[in-house]
């Protein structure tokens, strides 16, 4: 298909924003990477993660030790994600390339495709947010209707009860489903990919061996199939439904927008920065914990804004993004805590699958 294109011209928002964001870090003589407190935190992460699993796979420990430490893996199998891969991915993880390089490499020894992920997130998904038909991430059917454009099923009367469990299988999707089918299909959803280098080849197959080597041949050959597929699919489900929960409350919650594509234009009736603007939404930022773990990504209108910035700039931006909003009459859409924005999203699937 051909992608959309958006308006041009429709006033200075998105120059008046860069210009004074640009000013904040000119002023206080920053660089828009991360810092050694973002580094520390990448090593913390990484290092557990590289701890439990010699742990579990290699000294066995008993049941009532290894579950919990599963429920923990998974867990930081997300946080690294968050806050090494994605910032890594966006180039935002540290001002030297090697760096940024290595941690969006990360997403290889979490199980999904870094070549895949760059086209479906940082291409895709950060230009045509919540537009049906591009964006990818908003495309779950027949389980779960995002979008009003979408058919409705008679199973989405229920999606608001279910979609808690069908989260838990995204991880465990990306590792046995999804990449394969971008890389066999050459495409995600619609858009057709661009053609991949024989490097992006051999890398695609070689991090996908490794990881089937390390995280199902070895587990199961030193540990036995079941207690293997206890553990994996335990970990594999947190790390799936802490990273959906995550990414979907930043989109399909209520407020959000969900744009249509012209069909005599073939345009999106807005300009860019206004069009992510009015399909995001933030949750909890005054939360510094949750902040710290998910990567800035409860900030995600900074983020969809400013994807080069690192995270750890995004509570300092953001009262300059608020402000420049409300000046241009644009609704900042933001939850004031975690628990609210879920009730949203609840709300929202309830609601789209009652709605024709």
Same mark, same amino acid.
């Given at each position: ?8 011209? /429709? =006033? ?35 290092? =557990? ?5 010699? %742990? ?34 966006? =180039? ?6 090697? @760096?940024?390089?290595?941690? =969006? ?19 895709? %998904? ?24 979408? /058919?409705? @099923? ?5 999606? %608001? ?15 046995? @489903? ?88 073939? /345009? ?6 206004? %069009? ?60 004031? /805590? ?19």
């Amino acid at each position: 298909m051909t992608t959309p294109k958006f308006l041009q011209g /429709k =006033g200075d928002f998105h120059i008046e924003l860069k210009k004074r964001v640009n000013a904040y870090f000119a002023e206080h003589k920053k660089p828009m990477t991360g810092n050694n407190a973002l580094l520390f935190k990448a090593l913390l992460f990484c290092l =557990g993660y590289i701890f439990i699993y010699i %742990h579990l796979v290699f000294f066995t420990p008993v049941v009532w030790i290894a579950l919990p430490e599963c429920i923990v893996f998974g867990v930081l199998t997300a946080a690294i994600g968050f806050n090494v891969m994605h910032d890594g991915a966006h =180039g935002s993880f540290s001002k030297y390339k090697v @760096l940024n390089k290595m941690a =969006g490499f990360s997403l290889n020894f979490l199980g999904a495709s870094a070549i895949m992920w760059n086209m479906k997130h940082n291409i895709i %998904h950060h230009t045509y947010t919540n537009v049906d038909g591009v964006d990818d991430d908003i495309e779950a059917r027949p389980f779960l209707r995002f979008a009003a454009s979408q /058919k409705r @099923l008679r199973l989405h009367k229920f999606q %608001h009860y279910y979609f808690w469990f069908l989260y838990t299988l995204l991880h465990l999707m990306w590792i046995f @489903l999804s990449d394969y089918k971008k890389y066999f299909s050459g495409k995600i959803g619609p858009v057709v990919l661009r053609k991949m280098t024989i490097r992006e080849h051999i890398s695609f197959w070689a991090a996908k061996l490794i990881y089937a080597f390390m995280f199902v041949a070895l587990p199961i050959w030193l540990l036995g199939f079941v207690t293997w597929l206890v553990g994996f699919l335990l970990i594999t489900m947190v790390t799936g439904f802490i990273i959906s929960i995550v990414f979907q409350l930043a989109h399909t919650v209520e407020h959000t927008d969900f744009p249509l594509i012209n069909t005599t234009t073939g /345009k999106i009736e807005n300009e860019w920065a206004m %069009h992510q603007v009015a399909t995001t939404a933030n949750f909890s930022t005054g939360n510094k914990l949750i902040s710290w773990f998910v990567g800035g990504l409860n900030f995600q209108i900074e983020h969809h804004l400013f994807p080069r910035i690192s995270h750890i700039h995004y509570p300092a931006i953001s009262k300059i993004i608020k402000r420049t909003c409300n000046e241009y009459g644009l609704t900042y859409i933001e939850f004031p /805590k975690m628990r609210h924005a879920i009730l949203s999203h609840v709300a929202y699937l309830r609601r789209l699958g009652k709605a024709n």
